[in-house]
């Protein structure tokens, strides 16, 4: 009965059927979450998990059928590392080259050259988690001393029963497009915690329903000028056949945390007074719309699977002894996680290309009085919608192949655009240093290199 429901409901709607079960397991979140508020929130936890546990399994099997046994099985096999294997670098090894090969694994076997919607999908948020998992309760057997203020709020300090590890990974909130957080957070959750009502349900319905909204109206904006902008455009004679000026401005179009908020896993405490409900805030919606620089929409943008890597990896690569190497390792890690098409890894690549010349360039206005001066002047108003058409404009260069996937396809946009991206910050980034030259004092100049 219900296949025939949703086939006609994708044929109304335009989309495929695999988006219209997505959009309604999101959806389905909101009732699961009133459930939990309404008659759960006093529980034991072992009723919660069983809650969250086959809530999540349902939402599994209505999108994916009998594929679900793939995260029931990782999730199984993580709970077993963490309890045969203890609180050993052996764990953590084992655990992040068996869930990133089962991982990769299925992506080898399920890639098309399209973005299709299937177990891999969620299975990428879920090895994050018990990677995640596993460090977390690595670093709750060390010394205090020995952690940094992020692990010391996410390490556990026993190890999770099998029931809390499935709730935990199967979580409605998060199971299928993230976001990610820590068992600690969960265990929070599960504990009645996280509220700013003690011993209540939190007053977290209108927070929710204002991110719900402002999701619904972004949801609304794709769906009417979507159909005017698809990737496969880039591929036409008609795309080929525009002026070059053409070609560019049209990769410059192109550029369920409310779910977490009901529930109470969105409460991040108080600040100035003030009940914050951003712990699974994933975007920053205004910053990503005003910002002129390409590290303001990368911070803005999935933050929490940014802040797991900076957590877990790059914060991890300290003994290296060096930004630059911990950075590039960083970047690596997620275009294997994103997966085994080139475009992941051009994409990345290209990020840290613009991300290296935005600092230097920064690092020249700040320490350049001239550019300074300009910079803070009342000219600045025609500066920002210069540097804002430069930042949408290479914004979406390096998203095209992240989209388009395999080199055959990127690669015959970026020649219909003559490779002006890699031309434009590869001139950059040679020609910066001889401008700091010209526009820094010299003065400055050995007071940096002091530094």
Same mark, same amino acid.
């Given at each position: 009965m219900a296949a025939p429901l949703l086939e006609k409901l994708s044929e109304s709607l335009g989309s495929p059927e695999p988006a219209v079960r997505l959009i309604l397991s999101i959806l389905i979140g909101y009732p699961f979450a009133l459930v939990y508020r309404s008659f759960l929130f006093h529980q034991p936890a072992s009723v919660i998990h069983l809650f969250h546990t086959f809530s999540g399994l349902a939402l599994a099997a209505f999108n994916f059928g009998p594929q679900l046994y793939h995260s029931a099985v990782c999730i199984f096999v993580?709970?077993?590392?963490?309890?045969?294997?203890?609180?050993?670098v052996t764990s953590v090894l084992s655990s992040f080259t068996f869930q990133m090969l089962y991982l990769l694994a299925g992506y080898y076997y399920t890639a098309t050259e399209e973005y299709d919607i299937k177990w891999t999908m969620p299975h990428c948020v879920l090895t994050l988690k018990l990677i995640g998992l596993a460090f977390d309760y690595y670093d709750g057997g060390k010394e205090p001393s020995q952690l940094n203020s992020e692990q010391k709020v996410s390490a556990l300090p026993s190890v999770p029963s099998l029931l809390e590890v499935y709730g935990f990974s199967y979580f409605y909130g998060g199971f299928l497009v993230g976001p990610q957080f820590t068992l600690r957070s969960y265990?929070?959750? &599960?504990?009645?915690? +996280?509220?700013?009502?003690?011993?209540?349900?939190?007053?977290?319905?209108?927070?929710a329903m204002k991110r719900f909204a402002l999701g619904f109206l972004c949801l609304v904006i794709y769906a009417i000028f979507g159909p005017s902008y698809p990737d496969s455009y880039y591929l036409t004679d008609e795309y080929e056949a525009q002026p070059f000026w053409y070609r560019c401005v049209f990769i410059l179009l192109w550029g369920k945390e409310g779910v977490c908020i009901l529930t109470g896993l969105g409460y991040n405490g108080v600040v100035e007074g003030k009940?914050?409900?951003?712990?699974?805030?994933?975007?920053?919606?205004?910053?990503?719309e005003t910002t002129p620089l390409f590290g303001g929409t990368i911070s803005s943008f999935n933050i929490n699977t940014n802040a797991w890597a900076a957590r877990? &990896?790059?914060?991890? +690569?300290?003994?290296?002894g060096n930004k630059t190497m911990s950075h590039v390792t960083t970047l690596l890690f997620l275009t294997v996680w994103h997966g085994l098409h080139s475009g992941y890894i051009l994409c990345f690549s290209?990020?840290?290309?613009?991300?290296?010349?935005?600092?230097?360039?920064?690092?020249?206005?700040?320490?350049?009085?001239?550019l300074t001066n300009l910079a803070n002047s009342h000219l600045y108003p025609l500066i920002y919608v210069v540097q804002q058409f430069f930042h949408w404009l290479f914004m979406g260069y390096p998203l095209v192949?992240?989209?388009?996937?395999?080199?055959d396809k990127w690669l015959k946009v970026y020649y219909s655009v003559y490779f002006c991206g890699h031309v434009f910050f590869i001139v950059a980034y040679l020609i910066l240093p001889y401008l700091r030259k010209v526009l820094v004092p010299k003065k400055e100049r050995s007071e940096k290199k002091q530094d």
């Open positions: 993580q709970f077993l590392m963490l309890r045969l294997m203890g609180r050993t265990q929070k959750l &599960v504990a009645g915690e +996280l509220t700013d009502c003690p011993g209540k349900p939190p007053n977290s319905v209108v927070p009940h914050r409900w951003d712990a699974c805030a994933n975007m920053k919606v205004w910053l990503f877990h &990896v790059f914060k991890r +690569l300290k003994f290296l290209m990020e840290f290309l613009i991300i290296i010349v935005e600092r230097q360039a920064l690092a020249l206005v700040r320490d350049s009085p001239l192949p992240f989209c388009l996937f395999t080199y």
